[in-house]
């Protein structure tokens, strides 16, 4: 199943994609085939400080690779003071563009609430006082999420991999966050998640692969690559009837304008 665009200066940027060793034996051969489809250009988010100076090193293998650095709330009980001060030494990067992926996960609960709470709201200050949009993962823990984001004062980033309703639409868009999607929108079962990227403001919406992991339809049980991101573009094409080049038109200019990409 081929996508394909009319116009041939047409473009498209995941906004988060996990181009790391741990995932990929041949990074190079991963990012070459997304750009024979046009991704021209991935933000690559760190998981943990281990990752961080990884997704830096990745990211200069081309002018199109940028990085994020952060620390998961999977991880959350290894965050301390000295983690706090290798990130700010870290984000002096010029390939650093935004600090992530941080936030909370009530899910899984892998790292205690309070250790996520700590671990967010330090680097959310990170990404405040460096000026740097924040990346920001989400997992039950909404309402949290938006007091955090509200007390320390930093209204610029992105809830990646969306999964939440419409309903919160109105308090994101007072947050003045950006939301990006990922190959789960293309799911037969997630309707809702669907009707989130219908209804919301166009000029925040973002797409990604989250890639390994949530491989579109019709790829699901294959790991997912950055390739594969035209097939969750297109469907919010669909959802929002729009063509898939202006789609792709319309989230690579919110992703350049939200990480001011250099592009």
Request: proline share 5%.
């Amino acid at each position: 199943m081929s996508i394909n665009f009319t116009k041939p200066e047409t473009f498209v940027i995941d906004s988060h994609a996990h181009m790391l060793s741990q995932y990929y034996k041949d990074i190079g051969s991963v990012v070459q085939a997304a750009a024979d489809v046009k991704v021209k250009a991935m933000v690559i988010p760190a998981v943990n400080l281990a990752t961080c100076q990884e997704a830096i090193d990745v990211a200069n293998l081309s002018t199109n690779l940028f990085a994020a650095i952060g620390h998961h709330p999977h991880e959350a009980n290894e965050y301390d003071a000295r983690s706090e001060d290798r990130l700010y030494e870290l984000a002096k990067s010029p390939k650093v563009v935004a600090i992530g992926e941080t936030g909370l996960d009530f899910y899984y609960n892998l790292s205690t609430k309070d250790e996520q709470i700590r671990a967010f709201t330090s680097q959310l200050g990170i990404a405040k006082e460096l000026n740097k949009p924040v990346i920001v993962h989400c997992r039950d823990a909404f309402d949290e999420i938006f007091d955090i984001i509200t007390k320390v004062g930093h209204k610029l980033g992105v809830f990646h991999c969306f999964t939440g309703e419409p309903s919160m639409l109105e308090k994101i868009d007072e947050l003045g966050f950006y939301i990006s999607f990922s190959g789960i929108v293309t799911f037969p079962k997630s309707s809702q998640i669907q009707e989130t990227a219908r209804l919301m403001k166009i000029d925040k919406l973002l797409v990604e692969t989250d890639c390994p992991y949530l491989t579109p339809v019709p790829y699901r049980g294959k790991p997912n690559e950055p390739k594969y991101i035209l097939h969750t573009l297109a469907k919010i094409a669909s959802l929002r009837n729009l063509s898939v080049d202006e789609m792709a038109e319309i989230t690579s200019s919110n992703t350049i304008r939200l990480f001011s990409l250099p592009l």
